[in-house]
């Protein structure tokens, strides 16, 4: 199969909206779009923390942010358009909304982290936001009351609500919208913290659940989810395997730093051997983690405008992209 075409599936003879491209195939994208990075570049892009590889970067990443500047821009005309038909004299400007999806320890936020700072680069998009899902957690108290303490990260233990009513707020070109702020470190809610969103350019929304379908309501009506709000969507992909090994090293890793603060929940676990830890991670991983991947989060793969999928070193193996 030559890989620029799209994917053909039997299944009910529907075929898959997706175009399939290996690496090699994305990755040659890069060749019609020139762009190059400097490692000081990618040193500043991804901060500290994560070491990420400069090829990885420019030929995976970079390509993304490009199609994505396109993709803006094109928004941006299909909005002149409605706005011309409905004669208005003074268009509100409309956040491109991007949201980023995948399990925890996937990699989601290195990804939008990235997205971030290459969409900055480009020239219609020098404003883009990141804001992420987990200040709408409900607080620990409001959570402990419900029974959800082990939910953490379930679409019943975030405010759906709020969360909606802000990125429609955003989208709909409100001058200035907060959104709150949580904590891993206290591991809730930090009470008053807020992060501002001023008009941005783009807005990209990561979290476990962004891409969830619209739930039926009481009254037996669907609403409206985010991810009707969004313009595009990337969803970070690869063996759940794969994924709850690096779950654990994350854990592992956190020992030394974060888990050894003063402050921290888990300050306990930095006093845990290796085999202690593991067990530890292991344990939260199939208690909570993994149940929400296979019933909440892996469910709303096919919604994605794009799949990611990486190998066991982080490096991506393919990319879908949906064409239909
Ligand atoms: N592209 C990448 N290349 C190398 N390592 C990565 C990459 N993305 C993530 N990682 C590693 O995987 C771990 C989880 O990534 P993170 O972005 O924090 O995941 P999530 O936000 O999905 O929980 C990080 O500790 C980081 O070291
Ligand atoms: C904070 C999270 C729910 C992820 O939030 P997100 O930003 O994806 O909405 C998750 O990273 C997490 O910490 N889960 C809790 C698992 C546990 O209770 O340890």
Redesign the pocket.
Known sequence: MRHNEPVSSTEGHVSTPYVELDRAAWARLRDRHPLSLTDKDVQRITGAGVSLDLREVEEVYLPLSRLLSFYVDATSGLHKVTSDFLMERTPPATPFVIGVAGS?AVG?STTARLLRDLLRRWPSTPKVELV???GF?YPNAVLEERGLM?R??FPESYDRRALLRFVAEVKAGAARVEAPV?S?LVYDIVPGQTIAVERPDVLII????VLQAPQPRRDGRVGLAVSDFFDFSVYVDARVDHIKRWYVERFLALRETAFADPQSYFRRYAELSDEEARTTALR?WDE??GPNLADNVLTTRGRASLVLTKGEDHSVRRVLLRKL
């Open positions: 925890v989601k992420t899902t987990d957690l082990h953490k990260g949580y891993h990561e979290g476990l659940n939260i909570i983690n």
